[in-house]
């Protein structure tokens, strides 16, 4: 009964994570979602810390997932919640908002393919530039030299994919976070990419990961 009961929860949350780490280590990201969906289920009420992680988690999963819409659906909530509350724990909400700035970066990749107009998908990256400028001038203020350069690195890469003409973006190989979408099939039965332009969004590191862990 009661603090027993809430152990036996606390339990089987960490076995669910543990068994999403192994999906995501061996690259089943639907499965990591499953588990971390389950460890979001067994965890007793009032942990909203517990929760708050396990959101973040379970959105990285699902970028990899072929779920990137709901991956940034979620990560704009939590993002938005972290903002409001003054107790939220500064390095999970940089992380939040690190992935937020990843899949609106991937949505407008997706986006562009798809042929949306650019009112449609500017928004979109103009959220990223925003989210990894201030990313930046938070790891400045705090002294953390190598977090700011890689935002200022973020933020260029975003600045890329805006003015990359479209042309351009097609010929480039599509990342693991834009595959499952209809653009990435119907590319599948096309040419194949080019070899990446002197304008490559990659050419300076890559496009953004998810985080800051480099995944």
């Known amino acids: 009964m009661g603090p027993g009961q809430d152990q036996t929860k606390l339990d089987e949350v960490a076995t669910q994570v543990k068994a ?27 942990r909203t810390a517990e929760a708050r992680k396990l959101r973040l988690e379970k959105a990285k999963a699902q970028m990899l997932a072929e779920q990137l819409p709901e991956a940034n659906a979620d990560l704009k909530a939590l993002v938005d919640e972290l903002a409001a509350d003054p107790s939220a724990d500064a390095k999970l909400a940089a992380d939040a908002r690190s992935a937020l700035a990843s899949s609106q970066y991937y949505m407008t990749w997706l986006m562009r393919l798809e ?87 990659r050419s300076s590191g890559g496009a953004p990961p998810i985080d800051d862990s480099g995944h």
Not at 29 to 34: G, I, K
Not at 162 to 169: G, K, Q, T, V, Y
């Open 20 to 46: 999403a780490e192994a999906a995501a280590a061996e690259e089943e990201y639907a499965t990591a979602v499953e588990r971390y969906n389950d460890a979001l289920k067994a965890l007793p009420a009032g």
């Open 115 to 201: 042929g949306e107009s650019q009112d449609v998908w500017e928004p979109e990256i103009e959220v990223a530039r925003q989210q990894y400028k201030l990313l930046a001038e938070q790891a400045e203020s705090r002294g953390d030299t190598a977090a700011a350069a890689k935002h200022r690195e973020d933020l260029e890469s975003a600045v890329r994919l805006a003015r990359m003409d479209i042309s351009e973006l097609q010929g480039i190989a599509l990342p693991s976070q834009c595959k499952g979408c209809k653009s990435c099939k119907s590319r599948k039965n096309g040419k194949k990419p080019g070899k990446p332009s002197k304008n490559d969004i």
